[in-house]
């Protein structure tokens, strides 16, 4: 998780295209990976909270059960006007990953913050990543 003390690693994170935080969350509170319109406040609600702008309203759907019997759950994400927020679920195993992508700066501890808050796992893994690292290089 990038530490915004740091002036030197602020500078870094200037220089980049975009940022992309993922979690994936294990153990999340029953019924919640599978509850179509908790997930959709959940993609609409962490929008505001984050400071992010949405283009559209977010759109969440169920993946069919014949097409992929073990892999049940919703998809989902909401455009923003620097990127997007993804959403996936399994139902089987109450497991949902996040994916926030923008050329914009957010705080990543915020969004945890809220999918703790959301979803409850148990455990949570994270991986913060500064994209396009050469594009503003010469």
């Known amino acids: 998780m990038p530490n915004y003390k740091s002036n030197k690693q602020n ?6 295209f ?13 019924k919640t990976s599978d509850n179509l319109d908790h997930c959709y406040s959940y993609l609409d609600k962490l929008v505001d909270f984050i ?3 949405k283009q559209e309203p ?7 059960r014949k097409t992929f019997p073990d892999k049940t759950g919703l998809s ?6 620097n990127s997007s927020i993804v959403i996936h679920t ?5 497991y949902v990953s996040v994916d926030v992508y923008s050329c914009g700066k957010f705080d990543p501890k915020k969004v945890i913050e809220f999918t703790k ?7 949570i893994e994270k991986q913060f990543i500064l994209r396009g ?5 010469k």
Do not use: Q
């Not at 399994?90 to 109450?94: C, S």
């Not at 808050?117 to 455990?123: N, V």
């Open 117 to 123: 808050r959301h979803f409850e796992p148990k455990r």
């Open 58 to 64: 977010p759109s969440i759907f169920r993946t069919p």
């Open 133 to 137: 690292k050469h594009y503003f290089k």
């Open 11 to 16: 500078k870094a994170m200037d220089k980049v």
């Open 90 to 94: 399994l139902t089987k195993h109450n």
């Open 18 to 30: 975009g940022y992309e935080l993922l979690l994936d969350c294990y153990n999340c509170k029953p």
């Open 51 to 53: 400071g992010m702008e």
């Open 76 to 81: 989902g994400w909401v455009p923003l006007a």
